[in-house]
């Protein structure tokens, strides 16, 4: 057992930005059924706003029972479970694939790396690496919750990493809708899926975007959750189970950020910080290229911080200077700060900025001016004045 899922545990998610050259997206932004990469720091939001970017994201409404962030739009995904490590699986990638990472590009990253994916799973009994089985957690949740299908014919190709945007391969709907509540209600079953549809799980489409770990203040259940993402060349079919997920929307990105602000859409941080990041991309193309060569740098676990202030809280992330240099991850030590200073004037006190300010609900700011790590791009954001901070 892993010393740490003491006090969280583990998921996986995917961040699905499919074509719509296809599909015609209301002005809102919602609908359940199109340049330059912009990466510059002065980038503005008006300057987003004219530019209609081709792909949309989907969201995920969880159902009002649920007992992390009710209501709220989530990428797809969710908890880890052993059949996701199960030995099973070596057998099924066994006939072109080699273990132990199943022909995964090696990260660089050799320090710092997230316990999520460095953590030896040899001596917790499985031959499955982190890299591998939460790409198949990932997967699996994102058929579970949406009836899409992120899979690959069992057959060899040359380079798996190098698929560039996906096409999803066709399965009759039928046989699907019949697996899907035996997959929900016992994981394994997903191996027995891949199995008779001759198939395998696509984890070489899906790239490593970031790792979140759940801040202690939220109180309630706590998750170490690494993110993915997976471009596809259009919108598949998409159908909520109607039990843990409720309501589907394909989104600009941009519309995702406006919706949260405008109170429409209940957005947690983690996917609200990461839609803002996928604003700086207007072209499909140039976001696969770019997750596909930034993966292979890795990612840091960013375990948000709050500082409390006399006028609303700050929500402080890795490379700002009031960032513990050691935070207790387990939330035994308090870790909240505080100051009897404004979020302004707090701010103007220190030098390297990363934290996003909440002075009511919907509210946020996010101030950055620290180059981002891993050669990955910060999060575009604006607050409910329409003002950028880069």
């Known amino acids: 057992m892993n010393r740490d899922l003491k006090y969280w545990k583990e998921s996986a998610t ?28 002065n980038l503005t939001l008006s300057s ?139 994981a394994a079953n997903f191996i027995r899926l891949c199995k008779e549809l001759d198939c395998l799980p696509n984890i070489w489409a899906l790239k490593e975007w970031s790792n979140w770990l759940t801040p202690t203040y939220l109180g309630g259940n706590r998750f170490d959750t690494v993110f993915f993402i997976c471009c596809l060349e259009e919108i598949p079919l998409t159908e909520p189970d109607d039990h843990e997920i409720i309501f589907h929307s394909w989104m600009h990105p941009l519309e995702g950020i406006r919706g949260h602000q405008s109170g429409r859409l209940l957005v947690p941080p983690p996917q609200w910080y990461e839609i803002g990041r996928l604003c700086r991309f207007i072209h499909l193309q140039d976001l696969q290229q770019f997750s596909q060569d930034r993966s292979v740098e890795g990612c840091e676990r960013w375990f948000p911080i709050r500082l409390l202030a006399s006028d609303g809280f700050a929500t402080l992330l890795p490379g700002d200077d009031l960032y513990p240099e050691d935070p207790d991850l387990t939330g035994e030590t308090e870790l909240n700060l505080t100051t009897s200073k404004s979020l302004n004037q707090a701010r103007l006190e220190v030098r390297r900025l990363h934290r996003i300010e909440f002075r009511k609900p919907h509210d946020g700011t996010l101030y950055v001016n620290i180059e981002p790590q891993y050669k990955h791009v910060h999060s575009l954001m604006m607050n409910s004045h329409h003002n950028s901070h880069l």
Do not use: M
């Not at 995904?77 to 066994?94: K, P, V, Y």
């Not at 939460?134 to 994102?142: G, M, P, V």
């Open 48 to 186: 987003v706003a004219k530019s209609v970017c081709d792909f949309a994201l989907l969201l995920l409404q969880r159902n009002q029972r649920s007992t992390f962030f009710p209501n709220a739009y989530v990428f797809p995904g969710g908890r880890i479970s052993t059949a996701d490590f199960s030995n099973e699986w070596i057998q099924l990638f066994h006939p072109y694939c080699q273990s132990p990472n199943l022909k995964l590009d090696t990260v660089k990253q050799t320090d710092r790396r997230s316990s999520i994916f460095a953590t030896h799973r040899g001596k917790l009994g499985s031959q499955i690496p982190g890299e591998v089985a939460f790409r198949i957690c990932a997967i699996r949740e994102t058929f579970e919750e949406s009836g899409i299908l992120l899979v690959k014919p069992n057959n060899p190709d040359k380079d798996l990493n190098k698929q560039g945007v996906i096409q999803l391969a066709h399965y009759d709907q039928n046989k699907l809708a019949s697996w899907r509540p035996l997959v929900q209600e016992n």
């Open 14 to 41: 995917v961040i699905l930005a499919a074509g719509i050259r296809n599909h015609k997206l209301s002005e809102s932004g919602i609908n359940t059924q199109i340049s330059q990469q912009p990466h510059e720091r």
